[in-house]
């Protein structure tokens, strides 16, 4: 890791107003950090916070009761997390982007797509039509849109699914950003798409040296993009470390059980039982005082219910939030 | 699967078709159609999962409301335990479907929010007059322990329950009146996956108890692969290639199922390679491409390919496949 960050988040908590009560906490004590050129991934199921971390991140979250609580989000010596609407306008775009799971619902209607990306280059650098059409087109070039000429006056719904996918990345990417947030981009796709967008998305990545946040739920998605990652679970962050050290030797109770709950990762093979996860994820008025997991954990000890267990580094740059995870020399044999 | 040549499979569909007539525009008089299922053969034997993968569009959900007569077949036949129930009236199809029953993809739409558990699990019961009211509520709380569910859950509204729970009281529906085929239309797609964990185990659970059928039509190839005995691969309303699971992962022979493979994130960071993806979309099966339907986004496809449509031919007792590569 380099000595500053492109992106560091430091005890970030979002939190909602409720009408009844003090402001519930959604995420809680996020601390992560972007290298640039980097992917990280973060995981994790409904309900877990990563996509309001994302929408932090763009200052985006739903008004009026959805609000930073505390911490800081540094992007290039700013703080995000205090800066003005005006401010934030001209970062978001231009500094970080990002894209969703459902294009279609991004995208506006009434508009051709050529006209939405050019709006981009318009707002941000100030360019003349022209000028502006022509980057638009470049960019429509550069995510391999089959005749981009063409496509130019296309409305949204004349595309498919993965072509609306990659309209959305051209208009993150036209104006160069640093870092690119994908929340769920490739979910809504088939998977000869996925593989295309993901395929796509890591080529753009190596071609621009974009960072890219890439939220996802599923495990095949990170082994497949991420430099490093990130596990979240009921709001707070559970284990994070580079790709490999997680693959090797995921720690946490609860990433264990994820892996072993998907088939694909299902080392005892077709037609046996899959390991479960008994119960559901916490509702957030229902979360403890102890770790979140622990109702579901099958390691759980009293003191897991008592006291939340903190981020503790266990090797490498591998951390783990959990009482019960072992010495470094005993997991990494 | 059963091997006593008696018995007849649980299911057999033979050359089944659905085509939608697309209305012409105001202008003129061409009309568009759409194949969404087209001329598809499979039996499913009794206790046999067989898995129906493809992409959205390919038709498979279709192909399972044809099968339950959900939609009106074109042209084929569909018979249940060897019964051809093709041309049934609807009225006669209420009989059967005691024995075929049905889990969608979307646990809240698929049970009416103003009923509670209880009465949407014990409908089919008082529909075909199964047993006194005595024996129906205990027939009832069976099954909501059998789904891994509370019996004092019974008063609770959909709404009261987890997007698992939901899909464990349509579970419990299917079950009720004992079937012998279920068709499970993507029924875990909409769930998380460690609670998706929960109810493939509860179906396989079920399966081996109960010695149901299982049509499972889904899109994720890790979770078909699974759960099947034997998977089918759709691509614009065909089946290209049937085999049985381990068949299929190790010896896929259809371009279109080796990329549908290759296409399935992988489960270790060190097993990153540069992947062979395909080009372009899946076609509109509204007049798709004559010939082999893939011919198009095909990387070996030739001459014939694009004149004539391959047949689904035996490879061996347990592979067919459709592509006039492979031979």
Redesign the interface.
């Known amino acids: 890791m380099t000595d500053n960050p492109l992106l560091s988040v430091d005890g970030l908590t979002v939190a909602f107003s409720s009408p009844d009560g003090p402001p519930v906490a959604a995420v809680q004590e996020l601390s992560f950090s972007l290298n640039a050129g980097e992917t990280l991934c973060i995981v994790g199921?409904?309900g877990c916070g990563k996509s309001l971390t994302a929408l932090s991140l763009m200052r985006l979250l739903p008004r009026p009761h959805g609000m930073i609580g505390a911490g800081r989000i540094m992007l290039e010596g700013r703080d995000i997390a205090t800066a003005s609407e005006a401010d934030m306008r001209m970062l978001r775009g231009r500094a970080i982007s990002m894209i969703f799971q459902e294009p279609m619902t991004s995208l506006n209607p009434v508009l051709t797509i050529g006209s939405q990306i050019s709006e981009m280059v318009k707002v941000h650098e100030g360019l003349d039509e022209t000028a502006c059409r022509q980057r638009a087109l470049d960019m429509l070039k550069l995510v391999r849109i089959?005749e981009p000429e063409r496509r130019m006056d296309d409305y949204p719904h004349q595309l498919?699914g993965?072509?609306r996918q990659r309209v959305m990345i051209a208009m993150a990417l036209v104006c160069d950003p640093k870092i690119l947030l994908a929340d769920e981009p490739t979910t809504a796709l088939?998977?000869?798409?996925?593989?295309?967008i993901?395929?796509l998305i890591q080529d753009l990545k190596q071609r621009t040296g974009t960072a890219v946040i890439l939220i996802t739920?599923?495990?095949?998605?990170v082994?497949?993009m991420?430099d490093r990652v990130l596990v979240m679970y009921a709001g707070r962050q559970i284990e994070q470390g580079t790709?490999?050290e997680l693959?090797d030797a995921p720690t946490h109770p609860y990433t264990q059980?994820?892996m072993a709950?998907?088939?694909?990762?299902?080392a005892e093979g077709?037609?046996t039982?899959?390991?479960?996860?008994a119960g559901?994820?916490p509702a957030l008025h229902e979360r403890g005082q102890g770790c979140c997991f622990a109702p579901r954990c099958e390691k759980a000890t009293r003191h897991c219910f008592d006291s939340m267990p903190p981020l503790r580094l266990m090797a490498g740059e591998h951390s783990v939030a959990c009482w019960h995870a072992g010495s470094p020399q005993e997991r990494h044999p | 699967m059963s091997n006593q040549v008696a018995t007849p499979p649980a299911l057999d569909v033979v050359n089944l078709s659905k085509h939608y007539e697309l209305a012409g525009s105001w202008f003129s008089n061409k009309q568009a159609l759409v194949y969404a299922v087209d001329d598809v053969s499979f039996t499913l034997g009794r206790g046999e999962t067989l898995g129906l993968v493809g992409e959205s569009g390919c038709g498979k959900s279709t192909l399972g409301r044809t099968i339950l007569r959900l939609v009106e077949p074109t042209s084929g036949t569909i018979r249940l335990e060897g019964e051809d129930i093709t041309a049934l009236s609807a009225q006669e199809m209420i009989a059967r479907r005691q024995r075929l029953q049905v889990i969608f993809q979307d646990p809240y739409s698929s049970l009416n929010p103003r009923m509670r558990a209880g009465e949407i699990v014990g409908e089919p019961l008082t529909n075909f007059n199964r047993g006194t009211a005595a024996e129906q509520d205990e027939r009832i709380a069976f099954l909501f322990k059998r789904v891994g569910l509370r019996p004092d859950q019974r008063q609770n509204f959909p709404h009261e329950f987890s997007g698992g729970q939901r899909q464990r009281l349509g579970i419990a529906r299917a079950l009720a009146l004992g079937p012998s085929v279920i068709i499970g239309d993507e029924p875990v797609s909409a769930l998380d996956v460690s609670v998706q964990a929960q109810v493939i185990n509860l179906m396989m659970d079920l399966q081996d108890d109960y010695a149901i059928s299982y049509l499972f039509i889904a899109h994720d190839l890790s979770v078909v692969r699974h759960i099947s005995h034997r998977i089918a691969v759709m691509y614009l309303g065909q089946i290209v290639e049937l085999a049985t699971r381990q068949e299929l992962f190790e010896r896929p022979q259809h371009p279109y199922t080796q990329a549908l493979l290759a296409a399935v994130p992988i489960s270790h960071p060190r097993d990153r390679r540069k992947r062979i993806t395909l080009k372009g979309d899946v076609e509109s099966p509204i007049n798709p491409p004559a010939g082999c339907r893939f011919h198009n986004r095909c990387p070996h496809a030739v001459a014939v390919c694009s004149q004539e449509r391959p047949p689904l031919r035996p490879l061996s007792q347990d592979h067919a496949v459709a592509c006039h590569l492979v031979v």
Do not use: C, W, Y
């Open positions: 199921e409904s089959p498919s993965g072509m088939d998977v000869t798409i996925e593989a295309q993901l395929e739920h599923d495990f095949g998605v082994a497949e991420a790709a490999l693959f059980a994820l709950a998907m088939p694909r990762f299902n077709a037609q039982r899959l390991k479960e996860i559901i994820v």
